[in-house]
C-alpha cells in the first residue's frame, strides 16, 4: 500500500471516529435537552437555555458534522470541529485539577489532537470525501 493510501486511510478513520463523538453530544441535545442545558451552564456560562435553543444548537451543529463526515467544505467544517472541541476541552479546565475525579475529561486531548490533525492535513483527507 502506497504512503498515500497510508495517510488517506488514517485520516479516514480519525474522521470517522471524531464524527461518532461529535454525533453523540449531538444527539444528546435532542435526546436530553436538559442535560445540554446544563453543560452549556456549568461549562459555557450560559444559563436558562429552554428545549427550542438547544434543538436549534443541535440542528446546527448535525448540520456541521454531517458536513464533516463527508469531506465537504473541508476547510470550514473542519476548522468549525476544531473550534467545537477545542472551546469543550479548554472550558472544562477546572477538571483537569482534579485528575482522578475527572479521568474522562482527559479523553479530550488526544481527540483535539484529531481534530487538529485533521484540519491540518484536509488536503491529504481524500478517502471517501465529497471534495477531492
Known amino acids: 500500500m502506497s504512503s498515500d493510501r497510508r495517510i488517506s486511510v488514517a ?24 442535560h445540554a442545558a446544563a453543560i452549556f451552564k456549568k ?17 446546527i451543529q448535525l448540520v456541521i458534522i454531517l458536513g464533516f ?14 473550534f467545537f472541541h477545542s472551546v469543550s476541552t479548554f472550558s472544562s479546565f477546572r477538571q483537569y485539577f482534579a485528575p482522578f475525579e475527572n479521568l474522562l475529561f482527559f479523553a479530550a486531548w488526544p481527540m483535539l489532537a484529531a481534530c487538529f ?8 483527507d481524500t478517502l471517501y470525501t465529497v471534495d477531492k
Not at 469531506?71 to 470541529?81: A, M, N
Not at 490533525?117 to 491529504?124: A, C, E, G, K, V
Open 117 to 124: 490533525t485533521l484540519y491540518y492535513l484536509r488536503d491529504l
Open 69 to 82: 463526515v463527508a469531506g465537504f467544505q473541508k476547510r470550514w467544517t473542519y476548522l468549525l470541529v476544531l
Open 43 to 59: 461549562f459555557y456560562l450560559i444559563g436558562g437555555l429552554s428545549n427550542v435553543p438547544i434543538y436549534i444548537i443541535g440542528a
Open 11 to 34: 485520516l479516514l478513520l480519525l474522521r470517522l471516529s471524531v464524527f461518532l463523538v461529535m454525533l453523540m453530544w449531538t444527539l444528546d441535545k435532542f435526546v436530553k435537552p436538559d
